[in-house]
């Protein structure tokens, strides 16, 4: 781990996790970064945490060398975000250097205890308030609750106008030392964060879409040359690029996205099967991009992330037991479970003796909240006529040009 300077008087401090499943589920083959920063007025603070320090003091004093920084240099450690991701480093931490204030908001407070037994020298802030480091440098907070959690704040430094958002504004993918800015990347890497930060958004955030909006708003009525969030790269020289980014994201949730359709599907015999393939081609031959995940083979995480990113879906699933069939239903309840609305959807699958499938469709629809419009589905008993695949394929150009339609609509709108 090596540190950098993100701008005067501001360091980041950074490790990649290859090897592990996000959130203990969530596949990260690209790693993610854990970013911390430390910033110097006459007092130093420390921001967020490299939860996977390894705990030997040598590492981390090597680090402060680098920064200039002696270990009781660090007065203050600010811990915007209670997931251990950012703040499992503080019991190590407070073995070599117990006298440190914690600065958190309200409800991180109980969270200090609960994970860390920490109850003293823990100062509560909450919109508004200030931590004066000194040589002109002052730290303001501003709560931006369920971004990710509901204890979340975001860190401003007023000298340097860098805001250190935690989860917000973070992306997956390992992030190279030597070249951890937006300004030390070429484009194309640039947009591999972008993608990376698609899945990141689907998996950890989306379901705080609303709130993520709220924090927006507070971060537009502020002056950011800088965003330094805790996954991903440093934004320094467009940070209102990745502004953009969450608003798009954010504004996908509850659609529409893009004029896209994610087609799930799964079958038990391969009967539901022969109808992917020409309810693809229809989609794809109205000029309208496909992302096709076989269920339970394709993980829920790439499945959110497509689904995320498209106005329209199908969902191929037999019926089973009277109900879809169960990795379909998963699936389904994590997209509603995820705040993913306003789908256009078009269903088909096989049944053997009854249907059943729909109905359980209609269930979670309703009871979380979807609000998903259906094209009426092509169900069809053991395997797929030839008027069954033309009905369906009938129906698949519905469904694309009714989502070119909704696009295109909502987009005259904004
Ligand atoms: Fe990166 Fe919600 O923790």
Known sequence: MKTTQVTDGVYRLSANVHDILFEGFWPIPNGVALNSYVVKGEKCAIIDGVCNWDGVPETLFAQLDQMQVRLEDIDYVVINHMEPDHSGWLEAFRTLRPQFTVYCSERAKPLLEAFYGIVDNVQTVKSGDTLDLGNGRVLAFEDIPNVHWPETM???????????PCDAFGSFGAVSDDAPYDDTLQEEHIEFFEREMERYYANIVTAYSAPTKKAIEKVDALDVRIIAPGHG????????????????????????????????????YGMTEQMVRPVVDAIEAEGVPTHVHRVPESGLSFVLESVLKSSGVVLGTPTYEYKMFPPMAAVVDELGKKRIQNRICLRFGSYGWSGGAQRELDEINGRLKMNWRFIEP???KGRPRETDIELAKERARELARAVKQWVLAESRVH
Do not use: C, N, Q
């Open 154 to 164: 975001a860190t401003y430094d007023t000298k340097s106008k860098t805001l250190f």
């Open 233 to 268: 790269i440093v934004w320094r020289r467009d940070p209102h690029r990745v502004i953009r980014d969450y608003k798009r994201l954010s504004s996908y949730a509850e659609g529409p996205a893009r004029p896209e359709v994610a087609v799930i599907w799964g079958s038990m």
């Open 378 to 380: 092509v169900e069809f």
